[in-house]
Antibody, heavy 118, light 111 residues
Framework: QVQLVESGGGLVKPGGSLRLSCAAS????????MSWIRQTPGKGLEWVSY????????YYADSVKGRFTISRDNAKNSVYLQMNSLRAEDTAMYYC???????????WGQGTLVTVSS | QSVLTQPPSVSGAPGQRVTISCTGSSSSIGAGYDVHWYQQLPGTAPKLLIY???NRPSGVPDRFSGSKSGTSASLAITGLQAEDEADYYC???????????FGGGTKLTVL
């Protein structure tokens, strides 16, 4: 069955950096778009970024463009989110997700919490 | 404020039918983009409930159904059960934002 396990969340100061990782199993990883979705109590769900199976098609929400970078390693069945210049408003639960192209999320991980605070 | 508007809460008694609306605009649902629905049980990640307006993934009971008309979409739940108590979110595309957007979510309470 599809399994997505996130890691790398934690407490970071404003302006700091964090790298989230997601280990996938149960499917042919390189065949699928992968995404990061975040959720906050105040702003709800936000599709942060996605990357195509071969890594050539990328999407970033305007709120993170220029600060976050998504990447993947198909040999390791893993997807990453490098988050730089973090702000308080980036505080959220971050979910790794398998997407049907860039259309919708079919499977979600359990999430990793990122807190940006001084 | 999300570009897809959902009622903050709905409620119903066991066995009843409830609907949750998702209202967009001419740049989102009204432009013909598909709507997808998610269920989030307390303390868990969202789960895909409906994709492509009215399709259920395997394992989702046929008590759940989706529809779309004009600039809005709806999720209907029939034969309401206590285990249906959760938050529900719609998802679609908005071409004025050039991105996928979620609705603000609706909390379903089973009385």
């Amino acid at each position: 069955q599809v399994q997505l396990v996130e890691s790398g969340g934690g407490l970071v100061k404003p302006g700091g950096s964090l790298r989230l990782s997601c280990a996938a199993s149960g499917f042919t990883f390189s065949d699928f778009y992968m995404s990061w979705i975040r959720q906050t109590p105040g702003k709800g769900l936000e599709w942060v970024s996605y990357i195509s199976g071969g890594g050539t098609s990328l999407y970033y929400a305007d709120s993170v463009k220029g600060r976050f970078t998504i990447s993947r390693d198909n040999a390791k069945n893993s997807v990453y989110l490098q988050m730089n210049s973090l702000r308080a408003e980036d505080t959220a639960m971050y979910y790794c997700a398998r997407a049907f192209y860039g259309d919708y999320i079919a499977y979600w991980g359990q999430g990793t919490l990122v807190t940006v605070s001084s | 404020q999300s570009v897809l508007t959902q009622p903050p809460s709905v409620s119903g008694a066991p066995g009843q039918r409830v609907t949750i609306s998702c209202t967009g605009s001419s740049s989102s649902i009204g432009a013909g983009y598909d709507v997808h629905w998610y269920q989030q049980l307390p303390g868990t990640a969202p789960k895909l409930l409906i994709y492509g307006n009215n399709n259920r993934p395997s394992g989702v009971p046929d008590r759940f159904s989706g529809s779309k008309s004009g600039t809005s979409a709806s999720l209907a739940i029939t034969g309401l059960q206590a285990e249906d108590e959760a938050d529900y979110y719609c998802l679609s595309y908005d071409n004025s934002l050039s991105g996928r957007v979620f609705g603000g979510g609706t909390k379903l309470t089973v009385l």
